[in-house]
């Protein structure tokens, strides 16, 4: 599995931004998704996971309530859209799959994109 992250940039506190992580691959359909941050100086950090089938979603403490995590399995994306930024949100963003998991470990997920950055302005 390949994976593109996609859709960072650079917005004011309050507003709203969706990334994508596109896959390739025919089987993208049976995995697990995550989406990690870094920030400068920081490790890398869990933000939110999706099951494969999409029923199931968990979120960090830090942005449950403003982000919301979907997956679209005809074409083959993950969506996670968030909302009500802060610039502690500013951080680069990974996606990253596995199969059997969409927890909190990075070090559990076999795939991973390489990140798109995300910037928020006070």
């Known amino acids: 599995v390949q994976l593109q992250a996609s859709g960072g940039g650079l917005v004011q506190a309050g507003g709203s931004l969706r990334l994508s992580c596109s896959a390739s691959g025919r089987t993208f359909s049976s995995y697990d998704m995550g989406w990690f941050r870094q920030a400068p100086a920081k490790e890398r950090a869990f933000v939110a996971g999706i099951s494969w089938s999409g029923s199931s979603t968990v979120y960090a403490s830090s942005v449950k309530g403003r982000f919301t995590i979907s997956r679209d399995g005809a074409k083959n994306t993950v969506y996670p859209q968030m909302n009500m930024l802060k610039p502690e949100d500013t951080a680069i963003y990974y996606c990253?799959?596995?199969?059997?998991?969409?927890?909190?470990?990075?070090?559990?997920?076999?795939?991973w994109g390489q990140g798109t950055q995300v910037t928020v302005s006070s």
């Open positions: 990253a799959a596995n199969s059997g998991y969409y927890g909190v470990d990075p070090m559990r997920y076999d795939y």
